[in-house]
Structures are given as C-alpha cells and as structure tokens.
C-alpha cells in the first residue's frame, strides 16, 4: 500500500483504501497516526474525484453538453460552461478571467451546478460594498434565486452569518 520505493509514499491510486487500512490497523490493537492536514488532503482529493465521476456522467459531453444550456435563465458560453465545471470538479477555484468575460456568471454557475447534484445549499458570496447590490441582481437575473440580504458589516461571525441561509446570501467584506 505504502510504496517503499519512495519513501514510503501512499500513492495517488491507494488514497481510496487508507480509511479500511486505517480502521484494520485500529482494530488490530496497533496504534495509528496520521496528521489532520494529511487526512485533510486526501479527503479533499477523494470528494474531487467524486466529484468528476458525477459530473461526467452527468454532463458526458462536458462544456458542450446540452443540460448546461438549461442550467441558468441565459445559455452559458462555452468558455463559461468549462469554468463552471472545472471550479464544481475541483471544489474551489479562482476565476480570473478579463473583465466583462463573465467571470460572475460562471460562478453562478458552479453554485448551482453544485446545488442541484451535491446538495450544496448554502453559497455565501464575500464582495467590496460597492458590488453588493450588483451580485445580488446579477444572481437573480442568472438564476431566478433571490439572495438573502445580510447586514453591511464586515464578516465576522460565520456561524451567524449562515445560521437561518437557504440559496445565496451576499455580504461585504472589510
């Protein structure tokens, strides 16, 4: 499982059987340890691989398939649509694209993409004041869902924040 001729490594390919490996060894009497940021990791690369087996045979032919034109209330451009993908299969991503590409569409998107196949419930959108309203509007007039409306204070207390979301609830930061 672990490859001795790298260090005792695990490899990409045995991630999957780390949680067996682990739970034999405990059941065994042996002690186990693995550091939280390893177990972190390999979690997050499990949920992503998930994550791409669900959406390829969701979306089969990837940007170009035909659900994703009724994903939103505007078609997705192509581009848009391999964005939305990429930042679903990965879990998180950084859409920099130039301005006016529709880079707020895209992750749009990805949240609902994510809502309706992952049972996403909750985004929270973090923006400068000035584009607070913008997201709001831009999200209705993507997706039809109106946003919850959140104090203009910076974001502090999360746990207040997401105690009583449902949809998209878009809050200024510092």
Known sequence: MFDAEHDGMLSDERFGELER?????????????????????????????????KLEQLFQR????PKLLGLLKVPLYPYQAESAL????TGR?????????????QAIAAAEILARHFGV???MVVCPTSLKYQWQSEIMRFSGIATVDRPDSPV??????????RGFSVVTGP
């Open 156 to 165: 502090v207390d999360c746990t207040y924040l997401f105690a009583d979301l």
């Open 62 to 65: 990837g940007a170009a398939d």
């Open 86 to 89: 990429f930042a679903v299969r």
């Open 121 to 123: 419930s909750k985004v």
């Open 21 to 53: 490996f682990m739970t034999v060894v405990s059941r065994c009497g042996h002690e186990m340890r693995a550091y939280d940021d390893a177990l972190d990791f390999i979690a997050g690369r499990r949920d992503a691989d998930r994550r791409a087996a």
């Open 93 to 105: 991503a950084l859409i920099a694209d130039d301005m006016g590409l529709g880079k707020t569409i």
